[in-house]
């Protein structure tokens, strides 16, 4: 094994695991919460299965490509990959523990191609903005509905909701797949042969099914901070909302985005909404937590662009 295939390898890995640590929670958070009774391991097959065929499924109609052509702008190392491109999931990996929700797709991304920060930070930006406005609508417009949360679900509705918020979750997580894949897959050929799949699928399953023994990490505090999403029927709100918004700009163009600030535009937006329309009293609380989500996810930029840069002045000098 030569030294380029060895980085690569690294560097797959520790994406994998920052970025399922991080990312993921952000489509399965909910999930989590709303199924904290249920055993682990099952949430996880369940997860693992959706998965496996979402990868399989890009590889074959792709040619090789599970990133479903994410990556078409952002070509492999001509020098190979090196030790600056793993300093990036390495530093998102720091970043996770301590519960910082930042853009992998800023972070890891922006090193192997600083020119399309641009793009990729215009089209996050408009995610944002539109979660945002999605939420606060969808919130103000079902306010009856969403009031309904505050009262104990009925039994002989339970299990309707159950069919529902899992078939929700299936949908968010395959579009959220879609999207972030490519943050995983930079690190490896972009026509990808069956062993680099099969180690690529094997690594995934794996660290999901840690993430799910965790509960979730320090991340999943992120959710937990918010008005009742432990409630299933929230939690379906949020996961249609949200596969829908990824499944919109999926079809806008093949530009990777954060989906991370389409998330905390999305908890934004419902946090505002049921603070000024449901009676909260703790405004100045629902504020502060969305301030601090935005600032978080803004200090992550400016990680990612220092890192960016970087790399820029590596490739000029070497």
Do not use: C
């Amino acid at each position: 094994m030569g030294l380029n295939e060895a980085l690569m390898i690294v560097g797959f890995t520790l994406a994998a695991y920052s970025v399922v640590s991080n990312d993921s929670i952000q489509t399965l958070g909910t999930f989590l919460s709303a199924n904290a009774n249920r055993r682990w391991w099952v949430l996880w097959i369940f997860a693992s299965s959706i998965l496996v065929a979402v990868l399989l499924y890009g590889w074959v109609v792709n040619a090789g490509d599970p990133s479903y052509g994410r990556l078409a702008k952002f070509p492999e190392p001509v020098n190979g990959i090196s030790w600056l491109h793993i300093a990036a999931p390495l530093t998102l990996l720091i970043l996770t523990r301590l519960g910082i929700p930042v853009s992998t797709t800023f972070l890891v991304l922006s090193v192997f191609a600083p020119g399309n920060i641009e793009s990729m930070l215009f089209k996050s930006l408009l995610g944002y903005l539109v979660a945002f406005v999605v939420a606060i609508l969808l919130y103000v417009g079902l306010r009856k509905f969403v009031a309904s949360f505050l009262n104990p679900l009925e039994p002989s509705a339970s299990s309707r909701w159950v069919v529902i918020q899992w078939a929700a979750t299936a949908f968010l997580w395959s579009q959220w797949l879609i999207q972030d894949l490519a943050n995983i897959f930079v690190f490896l050929p972009r026509e990808l042969s069956f062993n680099w799949l099969i180690f690529g699928t094997v690594t995934l399953v794996v660290m999901q099914g840690y993430t799910f023994y965790q509960k979730g990490g320090a991340i999943q505090e992120i959710v937990r901070s918010k008005q009742g999403v432990a409630d299933i029927r929230a939690a379906s709100l949020i996961d249609i909302a949200y596969g829908l918004i990824l499944f919109f700009f999926k079809e806008l163009n093949d530009m990777p985005m954060s989906t991370t600030w389409v998330f905390l535009g999305l908890l934004a937006g419902r946090e505002l909404a049921m603070t000024l329309h449901l009676g909260s009293e703790d405004r100045q609380r629902a504020r502060g937590l969305i301030v601090s989500d935005a600032s978080k996810a803004g200090f992550g930029l400016v990680v990612s662009v220092a890192l960016a840069f970087a790399g820029i002045y590596f490739i000029d000098t070497t």
